[in-house]
């Protein structure tokens, strides 16, 4: 049996970003006002981190796809008549991959 994966936000920096988060305030009393100091910068750091690590993902997302399309467009196919331009074009007006 495998082990269960880790996917919380914070397992994913640790991962991805070499970043160790701090979830102590996560638990803390969020509807007392006024927040205190430690869950400011934990809200903010939270939201930024969550940013910095779509953004991380996505380049790392990115690589194998363009890498993918290169090949697709330099590789002649042939599918139910179409050819790679045509399938290309297909995949471009999807907008499943971003048009260069």
Known sequence: KNPPQKKGMKFQCEDILGITM???CQVSNWE?????????????ADAY????LVSKM???????LESLVTKLENYE???NNRNSKEIMD???STQFIAQR
Do not use: F
């Not at 927040?35 to 400011?40: D, W």
């Not at 981190?49 to 910095?52: E, H, P, R, T």
């Not at 996505?58 to 194998?64: D, H, I, S, T």
């Open 22 to 24: 701090c979830k102590k």
């Open 32 to 44: 007392n006002r006024p927040l205190t100091l430690a869950q400011l910068h934990y809200g903010i």
């Open 49 to 52: 981190l969550l940013v910095v």
């Open 58 to 64: 996505a380049e790392l997302l990115e690589k194998p």
């Open 77 to 79: 196919v042939k599918d």
């Open 90 to 92: 297909r995949l471009y």
